[in-house]
């Protein structure tokens, strides 16, 4: 479906892309994770011909960029793209008449995209008077009214409600059952977790890391993760080094990675003589490999 070969871009002496490479298959939900800075939005802005790389490729369905592959790719950005004083269906017959459709063909498929969001009886309210989360569903139908084969959804659940962000994922798992390719960006790393069959993630506009939950993984050898609260932290973090675990601290939350599940009282077995105020152990989450890869792995 879609395939990047090694794009770069810099702005002057500013290096924002190194030789990223990645690809999404249709059906797939690939999230492109990074910090701020990252060049998320400088791939994304390339990916839809707004920008040119100065090397590198992005191929659809192995044709290299030109104007009839940008017509395969529909964008949903961070602001919402819609005319605040038309309807839902004025705005999608508008935009499809800007992609080239016919007037029967935008009919069509401004009903079919709203109700494919879950908006198909909001047709003809006013889009300022919609919801958050309403507003964002209206922006992806923006986005599908072209039948594009890859839709890449910006941030799509940030500032929304948590109802909300359940109606847009189901948005999104939808898509993908229809062999619809996304591409999403998302701070939210429980957002990805769920939804995304893969994960590439960006620093310095280099991939450092790319895989599925479980292949990424690797990157926390642990069974399980142990979060601490003790006043002894100096005590705990020593024993723990006694005992072979490495120990990373999360914020102010003290961490112990465990090479194997332990019970509860086991745990603290193994700490015994240490006061510990609060204990919980939790499975390896996207959070932590997130955190590891961009702390610790070098951009090359």
């Given at each position: 479906?879609?395939?990047?070969?090694?794009?770069?871009?810099?702005?002057?002496?500013?290096?924002?892309?190194?030789?990223?490479?990645?690809?999404?298959?249709?059906?797939?939900?690939?999230?492109?994770?990074?910090?701020?800075?990252?060049?998320?939005?400088?791939?994304?802005?390339?990916?839809?011909?707004?920008?040119?790389?100065?090397?590198?490729?992005?191929?659809?369905?192995?044709?290299?960029?030109?104007?009839?592959?940008?017509?395969?790719?529909?964008?949903?950005?961070?602001?919402?793209?819609?005319?605040?004083?038309?309807?839902?269906?004025?705005?999608?017959?508008f935009?499809?008449?800007?992609?080239?459709?016919?007037?029967?063909?935008c009919?069509?498929?401004?009903?079919?995209?709203?109700?494919?969001?879950?908006l198909?009886?909001?047709?003809?309210?006013?889009?300022?008077?919609?919801?958050?989360?309403?507003?964002?569903?209206?922006?992806?139908?923006?986005?599908?009214?072209?039948?594009?084969?890859?839709?890449?959804?910006?941030?799509?659940?940030?500032?929304?409600?948590?109802?909300?962000?359940?109606?847009?994922?189901?948005?999104i798992?939808?898509?993908?059952?229809?062999?619809?390719?996304?591409?999403?960006?998302?701070?939210?790393?429980?957002?990805?977790?769920?939804?995304?069959?893969?994960?590439?993630?960006?620093?310095?506009?280099?991939l450092?890391?790319?895989?599925?939950?479980?292949?990424?993984?690797?990157y926390?050898?642990?069974?399980?993760?142990?979060?601490?609260?003790?006043?002894?932290?100096?005590?705990?973090?020593?024993?723990?080094?006694?005992?072979?675990?490495?120990?990373?601290?999360?914020?102010?939350?003290?961490?112990?990675?465990?090479?194997?599940?332990?019970?509860?009282?086991?745990?603290?077995?193994?700490?015994?003589?240490?006061?510990?105020?609060?204990?919980?152990?939790?499975?390896?989450?996207?959070?932590?490999?997130?955190?590891?890869?961009?702390?610790?792995?070098?951009?090359?």
């Amino acid at each position: 479906m879609l395939e990047v070969r090694k794009i770069c871009k810099s702005y002057g002496k500013k290096q924002v892309l190194q030789d990223l490479s990645f690809a999404i298959q249709s059906g797939e939900v690939y999230g492109l994770l990074g910090p701020n800075g990252a060049g998320k939005t400088t791939t994304i802005s390339i990916l839809c011909g707004l920008i040119k790389a100065d090397r590198g490729s992005v191929m659809m369905n192995g044709q290299t960029s030109s104007g009839a592959m940008r017509s395969l790719i529909g964008i949903a950005p961070q602001e919402n793209i819609f005319y605040k004083s038309l309807t839902c269906e004025e705005n999608l017959r508008f935009f499809g008449q800007l992609y080239g459709l016919s007037n029967e063909l935008c009919r069509k498929q401004a009903k079919y995209c709203l109700e494919l969001v879950g908006l198909g009886d909001r047709a003809k309210s006013i889009a300022d008077t919609l919801s958050g989360g309403m507003q964002r569903r209206l922006s992806m139908a923006i986005a599908l009214v072209h039948q594009p084969q890859l839709v890449v959804l910006d941030e799509p659940t940030t500032g929304l409600d948590i109802e909300a962000r359940y109606e847009i994922w189901e948005v999104i798992r939808n898509l993908s059952s229809q062999d619809t390719a996304i591409l999403l960006t998302t701070h939210l790393l429980d957002e990805a977790e769920r939804l995304c069959q893969r994960i590439g993630i960006i620093k310095q506009g280099s991939l450092l890391a790319e895989g599925s939950l479980e292949e990424l993984r690797k990157y926390v050898p642990a069974k399980e993760i142990v979060l601490v609260c003790t006043p002894d932290e100096d005590l705990a973090i020593a024993r723990a080094i006694e005992l072979g675990f490495e120990y990373r601290h999360y914020g102010r939350e003290l961490s112990f990675w465990l090479p194997k599940a332990l019970e509860l009282k086991e745990i603290l077995e193994y700490f015994d003589g240490i006061t510990i105020d609060s204990i919980m152990r939790q499975p390896v989450r996207l959070e932590n490999i997130y955190v590891e890869v961009t702390r610790s792995l070098e951009v090359t």
